[in-house]
């Protein structure tokens, strides 16, 4: 069985995936999630909903997931982060969605969804072997010296 949506009707939060949360993890009503269509996910959402489109809120973001984590941080090269999140926003405007900008998406819109930044890069040989996700944008916390 694929991912579907879900919403909480009690707040309203939407989840993606198999199965809805057992409780809600923003108003911690219990066995609240029903299923819904994806006309009814984009109307609680509206036009503003989730929407992130400039260079500073991408960067922000990636930042924010980074410190976030014990394990990986973002790159400190500001160059690297200023080339990656223009090219993260062009495939935003050309493809529709915040895309790699080191892979090519396939066309197959299920499969393209593992090329959204920030990927599950933790499971990447590149990441495994160089302590780096595949374009350098999120890198190892401690990284070994050989
Ligand atoms: S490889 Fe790095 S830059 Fe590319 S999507 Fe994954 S996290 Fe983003
Ligand atoms: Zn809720």
Redesign the pocket.
């Known amino acids: 069985m694929g991912k579907r949506l879900w919403r909480c009707h009690v707040c309203n939060d939407l989840h993606y995936g198999i199965n809805p949360p057992e409780v809600c993890p923003t108003c911690g009503a219990k066995r609240a999630f029903m299923l819904i269509d994806h006309d009814e996910a984009l109307r609680i959402i509206g036009p503003e909903g989730g929407e992130i489109a400039t260079q500073e809120t991408v960067i922000d973001v990636w930042r924010r997931f980074g410190e976030q984590s014990p394990e990986f941080k973002l790159t400190e090269k500001g160059e690297e982060v200023d080339l990656?999140s223009k090219g993260v926003l062009e495939n935003r405007a050309i493809k529709g969605l915040k895309y790699?900008?080191?892979?090519i998406p396939t066309g197959d819109f299920q499969k393209d969804l593992n090329?959204i930044?920030?990927?599950n890069?933790l499971r990447q040989n590149a990441y495994k072997e160089t302590g780096e996700?595949?374009?350098g944008?999120?890198v190892k916390r401690h990284k070994e010296v050989p």
């Open positions: 990656l790699c900008p080191c892979r090329l930044c920030p990927c890069f996700c595949w374009c944008l999120f």
